[in-house]
C-alpha cells in the first residue's frame, strides 16, 4: 500500500502537502482548475493590496464630494488598478468563481502593513467563501527612529484587528528579519494567528546602469533558497503545535520531504509552478510517494516533524554550532 500523503494546515483536512501560492497561475480560473487537477491540495489566490482598498475608497469620497475633475492630479499618487491584480470587487468575484468551480480549499489573501478600516474587507472575503484568510505583512521599515518594538506592534495589532474581523482560520505570511523569531511567533499565535507562512521573500530592486534608475527585478527563487525557512521550521516545531507553512524555494519532491521532515504542514510553491508548470505538483507527489515508501512511512503525518530541533540528536545542528563546523571544515577542505 502506498503511503497516505493527507495533511492539516489551519485547521483544513488536505490531501497531501502541495499548496499553490499566491502568484501568476492563481489568478486565472482555468489555471485554478489546472492546478486541483495536478494534485494542489489547496490554493490561495494572490493578495488584495491595502493600496488598492484605500484608492478605491478614496476615489469613491472625492466622487461623491468633488467630482471627478476636482481630483485629475491626485490619481497619480497611487499607481493605476490595473498595475494590480484586480480592483476589490473584482477580487471577490474571482474567489467566488473560485469557489465555485474547485473542490479543494481556497484561501485568500490580503497584503498590508497598516491597521484601519480596509481590512474590513477580510470579512467580505470571508463571506465569499473563502476556507482561510492568509494575511501577507509586507513592512519595510526605514526610518531610524521606528524601533523594533514598533514593528513588532505594528504586525501584532494588525493581526488582532484582521482575527476580530473573521472567523475562518487565519495565517500569518513574515519576514524573516525579526531579533528572536519563536517570540514574535508566539505573539503572533497569542494575537490570533492560527498559523504561520515562512517566509515572505521580499523583492530586491536594482539600479539600471543604462537609465541611473531603480527598478524592480523579480528573480524566481531556486532550491538553495529553501534552508533558511528550513531551519527556522525545525526550530519553530520545536516550541508550536499550530501550523506552520513553509515557502520560498519549493521545486522538487526532495524539496517538500526536507520541509515536512522538520516540521511543515504545507509546502507552498510559486516559482517552481512558474518554471515547470502545473504538472509539477504531479512530480513532487510521485517523488513524495517513491520515497515514503522506500523509507518504510506509512504517511506524511507520522513522518511530520521527525526532524525537527528537539527530535534530532544533535539540536544544536540548527543553530551556532553548525556554522562554526562549516567553516571549519570548508576551510580545511580549501587547503
Known amino acids: 500500500m502506498s503511503a497516505r500523503?493527507?495533511?492539516?494546515?489551519?485547521?483544513?483536512?488536505?490531501?497531501?502537502?502541495?499548496?499553490?501560492?499566491?502568484?501568476?497561475?492563481?489568478?486565472?480560473?482555468?489555471?485554478?482548475?489546472?492546478?486541483?487537477?495536478?494534485?494542489?491540495?489547496?490554493?490561495?489566490?494572490?493578495?488584495?493590496?491595502?493600496?488598492?482598498?484605500?484608492?478605491?475608497?478614496?476615489?469613491?469620497?472625492?466622487?461623491?464630494?468633488?467630482?471627478?475633475?476636482?481630483?485629475?492630479?491626485?490619481?497619480?499618487?497611487?499607481?493605476?488598478?490595473?498595475?494590480?491584480?484586480t480592483g476589490p470587487e473584482n477580487y471577490l468575484q474571482n474567489l467566488r468563481n473560485a469557489k465555485g468551480a474547485l473542490t479543494i480549499p481556497v484561501i485568500a489573501?490580503?497584503?498590508?502593513t497598516s491597521t484601519g478600516g480596509w481590512t474590513g474587507y477580510a470579512r467580505l472575503m470571508q463571506d465569499?467563501?473563502?476556507?482561510?484568510?492568509?494575511?501577507?505583512?509586507?513592512?519595510?521599515?526605514?526610518?531610524?527612529?521606528?524601533?523594533?518594538?514598533?514593528?513588532?506592534?505594528?504586525?501584532?495589532?494588525?493581526?488582532?484587528?484582521?482575527r476580530a474581523a473573521v472567523s475562518v482560520p487565519l495565517a500569518v505570511k513574515i519576514g524573516p528579519f525579526f531579533s528572536s523569531l519563536p517570540n514574535m511567533a508566539k505573539r503572533l499565535y497569542d494575537a490570533g494567528a492560527d498559523g504561520l507562512v515562512v517566509f515572505n521573500r521580499f523583492l530586491q530592486p536594482d539600479i539600471d546602469l543604462a537609465t541611473l534608475s531603480v527598478q524592480p527585478r523579480l528573480v524566481l527563487s531556486s532550491s538553495d533558497e529553501l534552508r533558511l525557512p528550513l531551519r527556522w521550521i525545525a526550530i519553530l516545531r520545536s516550541y508550536f503545535d499550530?501550523?506552520?507553512?513553509?515557502?520560498?524555494g519549493v521545486h522538487t519532491a526532495q524539496d517538500v520531504i526536507k520541509l515536512v521532515l522538520a516540521g511543515a504542514d504545507v509546502a507552498m510553491t510559486t516559482s517552481g509552478l512558474l518554471q515547470s508548470g502545473p504538472a509539477l505538483i504531479g512530480d513532487i507527489l510521485l517523488g513524495m510517494r517513491t520515497w515514503l515508501d522506500s523509507n518504510e512511512y506509512e504517511s506524511v503525518?507520522?513522518?511530520?516533524?521527525s526532524m525537527s530541533q528537539r527530535n534530532i540528536p544533535d539540536p544544536e545542528a540548527f543553530e551556532r554550532a553548525n556554522y562554526v563546523k562549516t567553516i571549519v571544515s570548508y576551510s580545511t577542505e580549501s587547503e
Do not use: C
Not at 31 to 53: H, K, T, Y
Not at 74 to 79: D, F, I, K, R, S
Not at 242 to 248: F, I, M, Q, R
Not at 301 to 305: L, R, S
Open 5 to 85: 500523503l493527507k495533511t492539516r494546515y489551519l485547521g483544513l483536512e488536505l490531501k497531501n502537502p502541495v499548496v499553490a501560492s499566491a502568484g501568476p497561475l492563481t489568478a486565472r480560473l482555468d489555471s485554478l482548475i489546472r492546478l486541483e487537477e495536478a494534485g494542489a491540495s489547496a490554493v490561495v489566490l494572490p493578495s488584495l493590496f491595502e493600496e488598492q482598498i484605500v484608492r478605491e475608497e478614496d476615489e469613491i469620497n472625492r466622487l461623491y464630494e468633488y467630482g471627478t475633475e476636482s481630483f485629475a492630479e491626485a490619481q497619480t499618487y497611487l499607481p493605476e488598478m490595473e498595475e494590480y491584480h
Open 109 to 112: 489573501s490580503l497584503n498590508g
Open 128 to 162: 465569499a467563501g473563502a476556507d482561510a484568510l492568509e494575511l501577507n505583512i509586507y513592512y519595510l521599515p526605514t526610518h531610524p527612529d521606528v524601533t523594533s518594538a514598533d514593528v513588532e506592534a505594528r504586525y501584532l495589532k494588525l493581526v488582532a484587528e484582521v
Open 242 to 248: 499550530k501550523s506552520l507553512a513553509a515557502t520560498t
Open 301 to 305: 503525518e507520522q513522518m511530520k516533524g
